[in-house]
């Protein structure tokens, strides 16, 4: 595996490879893998001749007061998994490369971006966008896989490859969870011992508004309601919003008809969480 | 010469000539071609194996009370003159192939677009910044040549492209002008005889500010003064703007040391014209 630290190399190593003829799977990264990080790899190492992983913790999608600073890094561990999942290049760019002063370029994905995560993260998703589409021309990948835990991202960039007419074509793969169900996250190792078993509610309300959707429940009200009872019991978590919306247009439904997306985020203590549960009620 | 109309069969053309090792120049235009695009068009054919035009007059870029309906329009015309140049392919997408409904990503380059036309334009760059960036992500040129006429939007371009890690080059070609010193626009049809005439001041105005500069005046404000002058005597002629700026970052300079670009705008009646000059002071 090489590992590329400049844009201009990664820009000529996938220069070559498309050259060549070769087909290149993307998976964009902040790296501190988890098995999360390695299924998206794994799919990629499956579907292409190269596998390309960028690991680049990005300050432009961290608000003022979030954890940029002190988002958990480990590159030399980072290498070795990356390494033994048989990724060919691990892209490890400085943010002086990626920003260079006078950086004034902004991607905007408007409505998919307002609602859940984007209320309490107003700069979050421009950031994401732009930066994915700075790696997309970069890497020029053939496919990008990223995980449904972050539900909003994906659809956010489905969104903007679709309305840029890129070429990419974006993979979204299931979250991947501990065995007691919490979803994987870089984050989780910011949580203490009783924050750590507070959290597991967040996984058994999603589990409870699984079970009544299955069970045909369609009011969006009373499932949120079965839902918010079970955070009630947990004095550790803080809800910042669960909501039922539209899988695709991320607006919230009452009525349940279509695909949906049970999204919920929650701070513990410092750490904010974020998990989800996709419905296809057709 | 090919023409196409859609999107997707423009994609595979210009992946079947990349896979082929073709180079690809784009002039992307809104069409009504006079001898400025054609000189953007025979660039594009000395430089590349390939010419592709696109004419797409780009609803996003115009403010409400501006001539999108009335922006002339003559596709037979153009098919000929493009054809006549060496074109080997004019893409004219339809708007609802280019926006779909639910079309929500802006691309946004931020202070290069503040001044001049940005300050009457509020919507107009974004709507060329994102609509340039699909149309690289269609045809993906290796160079795109742009007139130095619409100044601005070369330098947002180049912004754009520099930010973003694009790998097009973007080519600035100089202004053509009639014999007499106006800038050809496709607008310029819009103007009444006596429009027609009183618009030559701002080539006049230009010429002035050009003599002193190579006379050594660096004071902006002096400049501006004699400039204004030239109007004063033209009441056909109201100015939008008329400025001295950073040839690269656009903000207004009072002592003129390095490239600047002397810029303006101004109406005649309904239409809108623009002019402007590059000069190296060093």
Redesign the interface.
């Known amino acids: 595996m090489e590992v590329i630290k400049t844009?201009k190399e990664m820009?000529e190593f996938s220069?070559q490879a498309?050259?060549a003829?070769k087909t290149i799977a993307f998976v964009p990264t902040m790296g501190f893998f988890h098995d999360g990080h390695l299924s998206l790899m794994r799919e990629g190492r499956r579907r292409c001749d190269l596998l390309i992983i960028s690991l680049f913790v990005n300050p432009t999608q961290f608000g003022p007061n979030e954890d940029f600073k002190n988002y958990p890094r480990d590159f030399e561990r980072d290498r070795k998994m990356a390494e033994e999942v048989g990724a060919d290049v691990l892209f490890a760019p400085e943010a002086s490369d990626?920003y260079p002063s006078?950086?004034?370029?902004?991607?905007?994905?408007?409505?998919?971006t307002q609602n859940l995560c984007g209320r309490s993260r107003p700069v979050h998703f421009q950031g994401v966008?732009?930066v994915v589409?700075?790696l997309f021309?970069?890497v020029t990948p053939h496919a990008a896989i990223f995980g449904e835990k972050d539900y909003q991202q994906l659809v956010t960039i489905q969104?903007?490859v679709r309305?840029?007419?890129?070429?990419v074509e974006v993979v979204g793969m299931p979250t991947v969870r501990e065995e007691d169900g919490l979803a994987m996250s870089s984050r989780n190792r910011y949580l203490l011992l009783e924050e750590r078993k507070a959290a597991l509610s967040l996984y058994r309300s999603l589990q409870k508004a699984k079970e009544l959707l299955q069970k045909g429940e369609r009011k969006a009200e009373r499932i949120l309601h079965e839902m918010k009872e079970i955070f009630q019991s947990e004095p550790l978590v803080k809800i910042d919003y669960v909501q039922i919306c539209d899988a695709y247009?991320l607006q919230d439904v009452n009525q349940i008809e279509g695909d949906v997306v049970v999204a919920l985020a929650a701070y513990l203590g410092k750490t904010r969480l974020i998990d989800n549960l996709i419905f296809h009620a057709l």
Chains 1, 2 share one sequence.
Do not use: P, Y
Request: charged share 30%; hydrophobic share 40%; aromatic share 0%.
């Open positions: 844009i820009k220069s498309r050259r003829g990626m006078n950086h004034q370029t902004i991607v905007r994905v408007e409505k998919v966008a732009t589409l700075m021309e970069i969104q903007m309305d840029l007419h890129m070429r247009s």
